[in-house]
Nanobody
Framework: VQLQASGGGLVQAGGSLRLSCAAS????????MGWFRQAPGKEREFVAAISWRGDSTYYADSVKGRFTISRDNAKNTVYLQMNSLKPEDTAVYYC????????????????????WGQGTQVTVSS
């Protein structure tokens, strides 16, 4: 599966953005999906993940209550709605497809994801 992330940009603190990740391939609906982010000089970190049917979601503590992950399998797209943005949310955001057969208990590990989008820059000004 190929992934294309979009929707990043520059926003003031307290603002909102919605990221999209469009996937190619007919098997998108069978993949569990995740969003990660990487700030300059920092390691890539888990942000959110969603089950293949969209009925289970998981969030990093740092974004819980502010970000919402969702998916539309008919459109082969996963979304990340980001509200109440903070300067510390500034990073390149990546969408990724979770490996088949891996334990969902490993969903926060970036090395458990097979396919990655190219990343989209989110910058939050104070």
């Amino acid at each position: 599966v190929q992934l294309q992330a979009s929707g990043g940009g520059l926003v003031q603190a307290g603002g909102s953005l919605r990221l999209s990740c469009a996937a190619s391939g007919r098997t998108f609906s069978t993949y569990r999906m995740g969003w990660f982010r990487q700030a300059p000089g920092k390691e890539r970190e888990f942000v959110a993940a969603i089950s293949w049917r969209g009925d289970s979601t998981y969030y990093a503590d740092s974004v819980k209550g502010r970000f919402t992950i969702s998916r539309d399998n008919a459109k082969n797209t996963v979304y990340l709605q980001m509200n109440s943005l903070k300067p510390e949310d500034t990073a390149v955001y990546y969408c990724a497809a979770f490996k088949y057969g891996s334990s969902w208990s490993q969903l926060t590990r970036f090395d458990e994801y097979d396919y990655w989008g190219q990343g989209t820059q989110v910058t939050v000004s104070s």
